[in-house]
């Protein structure tokens, strides 16, 4: 089994950053592509950011680019979303979540949320205006 653990949101004022951070423990095996979900209130579920198992690859939502930035540590299952210039519509709950490893990492799969077959229990971030 495979544990995903976020930590680091908490409250701030617009404008202001945050770094999330996630790790995926356990029985991992292999370096997975992770993603980064999140779920404002009274709302869906969206993917927020992806990147790929090597670090290579990076895609995000197009409401996020410019603003937020996934990265990993080399070769383990640790990633990060750092958030800049937070809006209070950036207010939710963000999962962070591992994509299944047998699948291919499209743009397409990527934004799926059954494609991901790990969950952390998400960690809330709260914009104030």
């Known amino acids: 089994q495979v544990q995903v653990v976020e930590s680091g949101g908490g409250l701030v004022q617009a404008g202001e950053s945050l770094r999330l951070s996630c790790s995926a423990s356990?029985?991992?095996?292999?370096?997975?592509?992770m993603g980064w979900f999140r779920q404002a209130p009274g709302k869906e579920r969206n993917f927020a950011a992806v990147?790929?198992?090597?670090?290579?690859?990076?895609y995000y939502a197009d409401s996020m680019e410019g603003r937020f930035t996934i990265s990993r540590e080399n070769g383990k299952n640790t990633v990060y979303l750092q958030m800049n210039a937070l809006k209070p519509e950036d207010t939710a709950v963000y999962y962070c979540?591992?994509?299944?490893?047998?699948?291919?990492?499209?743009?397409?799969?990527?934004?799926?949320?059954?494609?991901?077959?790990?969950w952390g229990q998400g960690t809330q971030v709260t914009v104030s205006s």
């Open positions: 356990g029985r991992t095996g292999t370096t997975y592509a």
């Open positions: 990147i790929s198992w090597n670090g290579r690859e990076t």
């Open positions: 979540a591992v994509f299944g490893p047998t699948l291919p990492l499209t743009t397409s799969t990527m934004t799926q949320q059954h494609n991901y077959v790990y």
